[in-house]
């Protein structure tokens, strides 16, 4: 859903308050996010806990629901914005900085009910063409996941495929089919 008029640039959008569902600016254009239900929260909540357990406890990477991002002349706010140990968002004392205008490494989007698929490919695809190394975008009614990497082929899981992120972070280890049991109550 489209809410302000496009001519608006990245620097009077990062200037508008805080909106829930968060605002995100393409192009001159400010559009609001969809807010997530049940299946997106609880997809988000393993990959969180994944990372957490796999990456920030040994110090390799760390995970950011919700982070806005703002670089190469756009400002989204992902699903999930990870970044590797030594490229935290950080000041000198270690504290976290307030706007990040680096891209993450890892981008993760989850597709809600009435979001656009293809509009979510989309900005994988931007993502990866413009610094981040892994995009990934989950399809919980497809039960799929998609990954994106620069200039190599859109790759496609199902069931027992592992999401491989081995490049950019080996220690995460996660199946499609243990990432969709999530969303059934044991």
Not at 38 to 56: C, G, K, L, M, W
Not at 97 to 123: F, N, R
Not at 150 to 173: M, N, T, Y
Request: glycine share 4%; net charge negative.
């Amino acid at each position: 859903m489209v809410v302000a008029q496009s001519q608006m640039t990245l620097e009077e959008f990062l200037q508008l308050p805080d909106e829930k569902p968060a605002l995100e600016f393409e192009d001159g254009t400010v559009s609001q996010k969809v807010s997530p239900k049940p299946n997106h929260s609880r997809i988000q909540s393993v990959f969180d806990r994944r990372f957490f357990q796999t990456a920030e406890t040994r110090k390799l990477a760390m995970a950011f629901p919700e982070l806005r991002t703002s670089f190469a002349g756009r400002s989204y706010v992902p699903d999930m914005a990870v970044f590797l140990w030594d490229r935290l968002p950080i000041r000198a004392d270690r504290s976290f900085i307030s706007d990040v205008h680096e891209p993450p490494d890892i981008v993760i989007e989850i597709v809600s009910p009435k979001q656009s698929v293809s509009a979510l490919l989309g900005k994988c695809v931007w993502y990866v063409e413009n610094g981040v190394r892994i995009a990934i975008l989950v399809d919980p009614e497809e039960q799929s996941v998609f990954l994106f990497r620069p200039g190599q082929a859109l790759v496609v899981l199902g069931s027992d495929d592992r999401i491989a992120l081995d490049d950019v972070l080996p220690e995460f280890d996660l199946t499609v089919r243990e990432l969709f049991d999530s969303q059934r109550v044991p």
